[in-house]
């Protein structure tokens, strides 16, 4: 029961490099989302996504870029990383929006040098 | 100011004591709360929901919203060492075309054996 799988768990990435981080669900969830967590913030909103072929931007979307191709996938890309990337990265998934409860993967460890 | 505002802590208990945990929030047409449970390098897992006002409880978990002075609770009862974490409250925001989860910035609880 795999449940939402990110990859990879920890990452070290040098300032301007674009990287991806992976994210697939086996519970045929519609609603995707990425979060990033960061001391003093908690969890914000990056990206979502209602449905495949269906993204939107969130609290904090500059310098990330998503698509949604599959039901089960959700990467998110950094485009040219940058030090205040520096954080934990989560996916979710739920069943729909709002009340129905949000799965979150294990998080993505990422460090921007 | 942030829509929901938590107390980081740390907050430290010893073994069986009564641990509660405190949130406000800014926006009156927040309906749906719910607390997320965090363990150390893993990711938030849904622990308890309410909606409006009123209480809830689960076990040695208490959940409670006090609708007219914007402020949700947690109480755990017989605190276990196991409860240690950090606990996360959320409210829905469905003021837009999609609803979204706004979250605390979480407590970090020790529970002393």
């Known amino acids: 029961n795999a449940g939402v799988t990110q990859t990879p768990k920890f990452q070290v990435l040098k300032t301007g490099q674009s990287m991806t981080l992976q994210c697939a669900q086996d519970?045929?969830?519609?609603?995707m989302s990425w979060y990033r967590q960061d001391p003093g913030m908690g969890l914000r909103l990056i990206h979502y996504?209602?449905?495949?072929?269906?993204?939107d931007q969130g609290e904090v979307p500059n310098g990330y870029n998503v698509s949604r191709s599959t039901t089960e996938d959700f990467p998110l890309r950094l485009l040219s990383a940058a030090p205040s990337q520096t954080s934990v990265y989560f996916c979710?998934?739920?069943?729909?929006?709002?009340?129905?409860?949000?799965?979150f993967g294990e998080g993505s460890w990422l460090t921007v040098v | 100011q942030k829509e929901v505002e938590q107390d980081p802590g740390p907050l430290s208990v010893p073994e069986g004591a009564i641990v509660s945990l405190n949130c406000t929030y800014s926006?009156?047409?927040?309906?749906?709360f719910m607390w997320y449970r965090q363990y150390s390098r893993k990711g938030p897992e849904l622990l308890m929901y309410?909606?409006?006002?009123g209480n809830k409880e689960d076990g040695r978990f208490t959940a409670q919203v006090d609708k007219s002075s914007k402020y949700i609770s947690l109480f755990i009862r017989d605190s276990q060492p196991s409860d240690s974490a950090t606990y996360l409250c959320?409210?829905?925001?469905?003021?837009?075309?999609?609803?979204?989860?706004?979250f605390g910035t979480g407590t970090l609880l020790a529970v002393q054996p």
């Open positions: 996504s209602v449905g495949a072929g269906i993204t």
């Open positions: 979710a998934s739920s069943q729909g929006q709002g009340r129905n409860t949000i799965y």
């Open positions: 959320a409210a829905l925001d469905q003021g837009g075309a999609t609803n979204k989860l706004i």
């Open positions: 309410t909606y409006s006002s």
């Open positions: 926006n009156s047409a927040f309906q749906y």
């Open positions: 519970m045929n969830h519609e609603y």
